[in-house]
């Protein structure tokens, strides 16, 4: 069995009269994130962790923010054709490991929902979908309540 590693991260700041999408569920919080996207931060990372994994180059490559097309896209779709790159390459998803940095909101009653998202996004058992919470003990501009930034490790498998 081949299998291949993967790191991904992503960063974005909040801004207000947007939805705050993580993990491909969408939180009660009065600010969102800032991106051309729907800016799942977490979403981004796992992504681009799961392309560097099958050397299939980044998430930008693929949904680039210039293009109109994924202005206010729905990360879930990324992620989902994310996916099909990896299956066309022979690969399939063997577990992800990720971290998501916020001072707020709290996320930990949450974890469980993007779990389960996630895991039907990339058609696998939501036991291989880690996803940790963490605060950056009020230093940068995490920290300072500015944004959100998310880390992911990806494991594929050759098909």
Not at 44 to 55: E, P, R, T, V, Y
Request: hydrophobic share 40%; charged share 25%.
């Amino acid at each position: 069995m081949q299998i291949r590693v993967g790191f991904g991260y992503d960063m974005h700041r909040f801004a207000e009269g947007r939805d705050l999408w993580i993990g491909g569920v969408k939180l009660d919080y009065p600010k969102g994130l800032l991106g051309h996207s729907d800016a799942d931060v977490l979403i981004h990372a796992i992504c681009d962790a799961l392309l560097g994994a099958a050397n299939l180059r980044d998430i930008g490559y693929h949904f680039p923010d210039t293009s109109p097309d994924f202005k206010d896209a729905d990360s879930k779709i990324l992620l989902t054709k994310c996916i099909t790159l990896l299956k066309e390459k022979g690969y399939r998803v063997g577990n992800i490991d990720s971290t998501i940095c916020a001072e707020q909101p709290k996320l930990n009653p949450h974890i469980p929902a993007m779990q389960q998202k996630l895991a039907d996004l990339m058609g696998v058992d939501s036991d291989v979908v880690s996803i940790k919470a963490t605060t950056s003990e009020k230093m940068g501009f995490v920290g300072r309540e500015e944004g959100i930034t998310a880390y992911a490790v990806a494991l594929i498998e050759k098909i």
